[in-house]
């Protein structure tokens, strides 16, 4: 194996995305031959050990992606609580680690992909890489030209600008809008600042990938092809 940095290391053996990689990297929950690594540019070497919170990993050989229609309720993450609610997890009966790619908060549904290919997670989630998700919205009030001006052009919020958007009305009370970013619970908050609520959030693509008629609740295996 010729050198590879740490975070992709990680990433590349089923842990975590890359980002979440360098959040176990400095939390100090990473060792190399037995010695706490918290430099963020270590390269791993062929021969190398390299342990996460105890456990010994190494590069996943077969990657492999599923596509989930998320139900409401559910959670994309894998650490949940009595008060967050079941993990998206618990929909794939897959016997190996995986982890959900995106956020999709809990009264959210629709797409979502879990893989264990850290790659792929990162280009699917950082802004640098662009890649649209596209999401159906149902609001309880009408439609407004200042909603619409919001998502085509950016508001801000607490973390920064967001970024111009795609927006297209179905209706007065329902519309299309496709990201290339994903702040927190960005569709919501920007709806927040037009007194207007979001009652219904479905996503239905990330980059080409589209849910189609999956159902609520079902998944299926897809290629990489499908998704890049």
């Given at each position: 194996m010729a050198d590879i940095r740490l975070n992709k290391y990680i990433a590349e053996s089923g842990i975590a995305s890359r980002r979440g990689a360098e959040r176990f990297i400095l939390a100090g929950k990473v060792k190399i031959?037995?010695?706490?690594v918290s430099d963020?540019?270590?390269q791993v070497n062929?021969?190398?050990k390299v342990q996460v919170d105890g456990k010994l990993i190494k590069p996943i050989e077969t990657k492999v992606y599923f596509m989930l229609n998320k139900p409401v309720g559910y959670v994309s993450t894998s650490k949940v609580s009595r008060e967050t609610g079941e993990s998206v997890l618990k929909l794939i009966d897959y016997p190996d680690r995986l982890y959900p790619v995106g956020r999709l908060d809990r009264e959210s549904s629709g797409l979502i992909i879990l893989t264990n290919d850290g790659d792929l997670a990162l280009k699917l989630t950082h802004p640098r890489y662009e890649k649209e998700k596209e999401y159906e919205v149902t609001v309880n009030k009408k439609i407004s030209q200042y909603l619409i001006n919001g998502f085509k052009f950016g508001v801000k919020l607490t973390e920064g600008q967001t970024q111009p958007a795609k927006f297209?009305?179905?209706g007065d009370k329902k519309f299309i809008v496709i990201l290339k970013e994903g702040k927190n619970r960005q569709i919501r908050r920007v709806?927040?600042?037009f007194d207007i609520e979001v009652i219904k959030l479905h996503r239905t693509r990330v980059g080409k990938l589209k849910l189609g008629d999956l159902k609520s609740g079902k998944y299926k295996q897809v290629q990489i092809e499908d998704i890049k």
């Open positions: 031959n037995g010695q706490v963020l540019s270590t062929s021969g190398d297209r009305k179905l709806c927040q600042e």
